[in-house]
């Protein structure tokens, strides 16, 4: 499966570079193209991507404006002319950093270095997978919460709540180690939202239906969710 991305640059002739290389990687499929990281922003906050093309010296917000912004930050490639951020680009762990013009061997490098760091997050994930439950911490005990109990769990900035059939958790963590965490019957369709398939009772164009809750499904999640489906 390709992995969504999107590039983030303020230079016209950067973005035109970055998105045909994209296009022509079998391995990536480009979502957006932002001139700025507020653009940049308002797309992240809609779909869930898997890795931003970045730059760092915008106007306005800064790359790493941008990457203090997000509550879950996917991978990050940084784009810059510059060689000076690379102590900055540690801190925030980013994937690989580039320096611009990108020629298209160091740019499939990046992508082998992107496609590796998802195959190890991948690898989790299915370990994860073999389980049935989750221990949440709550009132200094952990709690035993079977996967079959889950309907959705929603991102609530730095915490998650995870509703499940007769109560609602809320727990310090992320909604991607989550996804990491979970067994297969689950699906992020938003930003915000992680489901259990199982729990669906209906779906309408951009909206799905868990117990009584109306969850939004964005444009990204939406082939990957009818591909999990058992549609006739």
Same mark, same amino acid.
């Given at each position: ?96 950093? =580039?320096? !611009?013009? &990108? ?5 499939? +490098?990046? #992508? ?7 195959? *190890? ?75 259990? =398939?199982? !729990?669906? &009772? ?5 909206? +799905?239906? #868990? ?7 964005? *444009? ?13």
């Amino acid at each position: 499966m390709a992995l969504k991305c999107i590039v983030v640059d303020d230079e016209m002739m950067s973005r035109k570079s970055l998105q045909r290389l994209c296009e022509q990687h079998e391995s990536l499929r480009l979502v957006a193209v932002c001139e700025d990281a507020t653009q940049a922003l308002k797309l992240l906050a809609d779909d869930d991507i898997d890795l931003i093309w970045l730059d760092v010296e915008m106007p306005g917000l800064s790359g790493f404006d941008l990457l203090e912004r997000l509550t879950t930050t996917p991978q990050v490639v940084l784009t810059t002319t510059k060689t000076e951020y690379a102590f900055d680009a540690f801190q925030y762990q980013v994937t690989d950093y =580039l320096k !611009k013009p &990108v020629s298209q061997p160091r740019f499939k +490098l990046a #992508v082998e270095k992107v496609l590796e760091t998802e195959a *190890r997050s991948r690898n989790v994930h299915t370990q994860a997978g073999d389980q049935k439950a989750i221990y949440i911490k709550a009132d200094g005990r952990y709690i035993r919460v079977s996967y079959d109990s889950i309907l959705y769990i929603e991102n609530a900035g730095d915490y998650v709540k995870i509703v499940t059939t007769n109560q609602t958790f809320v727990a310090y963590t992320t909604m991607k180690s989550l996804e990491e965490k979970l067994g297969a019957q689950f699906l992020r369709v938003h930003r915000s939202y992680i489901i259990h =398939l199982d !729990k669906i &009772v209906d779906i309408e164009e951009s909206n +799905l239906v #868990v117990a009584t809750k109306v969850i939004p499904i964005s *444009r990204a999640n939406k082939a990957e969710l009818m591909n999990r489906l058992n549609l006739l």
